[in-house]
């Protein structure tokens, strides 16, 4: 299915990411795995290079804008044509944290960044005869609250950073699913299940504790690469557009999640935090 598609996927080198890239290059996919530093790019590489070396690197911070940017420029110098985007990348930070325009890190890394990545990588996307962006959303969605006005707040817990982060991504898909109806561009979201993954690992000695037993409760990541390749698999499939999949099969949303003025709210408020126009050109 995937034999000489170009496929970039954040949050690559561990969990649900690296186990996703190796079922790419399984079918043999050109892969660009991002990752959050030179270290766990580099050491991912080790992990799969033996196995194919389709594959290459490159470290992005994705709650640095001007990362990002850099990021896409070095991506149009290998791909100019991309058949699919996998926003996989995830964070939980246990104490506020901004990012360079003063966003909540949570947010901003698991919604903010991928939302300017994928406006950024648009044009590759578009220059594939089809091509399918798939976002790594959650069940925690249905506990989300996104108030706008308070991005920059202090005064959220981890939880609720997390929760609304995973709305935005579901509104967010289905904003952008309807701006590319007319194209050959499909996207959706999902729930991957349960995953003990590296979502708290940012968080220094009580991170790593925490790590642990979330991947003692949670189900291997190899099971959670299995749904999100289900729906990378959805290439071409124009009736499925703007769906949310938990566990690889279509759920209907809950009606906080269906929300189009808010969803357009957060489209235009992103646009701007992203120095972006509202429209796609």
């Not at 994928?118 to 989300?144: C, D, Q």
């Not at 003990?196 to 991170?207: D, E, F, P, Q, Y």
Request: hydrophobic share 40%.
């Amino acid at each position: 299915m995937f034999k000489q598609k170009h496929v970039v996927l954040t949050g690559a080198t561990s969990g649900i990411g690296i186990e996703t890239a190796k079922l790419l290059l399984s079918e043999g996919a050109s892969v660009i795995g991002i990752g959050s530093s030179d270290k766990s790019c580099a050491k991912a590489y080790k992990k799969l290079a033996d196995l194919n070396r389709n594959i290459q690197f490159i470290e992005c911070d994705l709650s640095d804008q001007s990362s990002i940017r850099n990021l896409v420029k070095l991506i149009n110098n290998r791909f100019h044509k991309l058949d699919c985007l996998i926003n996989n990348a995830g964070a939980i930070y246990l104490k506020f944290q901004p990012d360079k325009i003063g966003i909540e890190k949570t947010f901003s890394v698991n919604y903010l960044g991928h939302y300017l990545l994928t406006r950024l990588l648009l044009p590759n996307l578009m220059a594939a005869p089809e091509a399918v962006i798939v976002n790594v959303s959650s069940v925690a969605y249905k506990k989300g609250s996104l108030n706008l006005d308070d991005l920059r707040s202090t005064n959220l817990t981890a939880t609720e950073s997390y929760t609304r982060s995973k709305l935005a991504q579901v509104l967010f898909t289905r904003t952008l699913a309807k701006k590319l109806e007319d194209s050959s561009i499909s996207v959706n979201c999902l729930h991957p299940g349960l995953i003990g993954t590296n979502l708290l690992s940012k968080n220094g000695m009580i991170g790593s504790i925490l790590t642990c037993a979330h991947k003692f409760v949670g189900r291997p990541a190899k099971y959670g690469a299995i749904h999100v390749m289900h729906n990378a698999r959805l290439l071409g499939n124009c009736n499925s557009n703007g769906m949310y999949y938990s566990i690889s099969k279509p759920e209907k949303l809950l009606p906080h999640a269906l929300d189009i003025k808010k969803a357009d709210e957060l489209w235009k408020l992103s646009a701007e935090l992203c120095n972006l126009p509202v429209e796609l050109v």
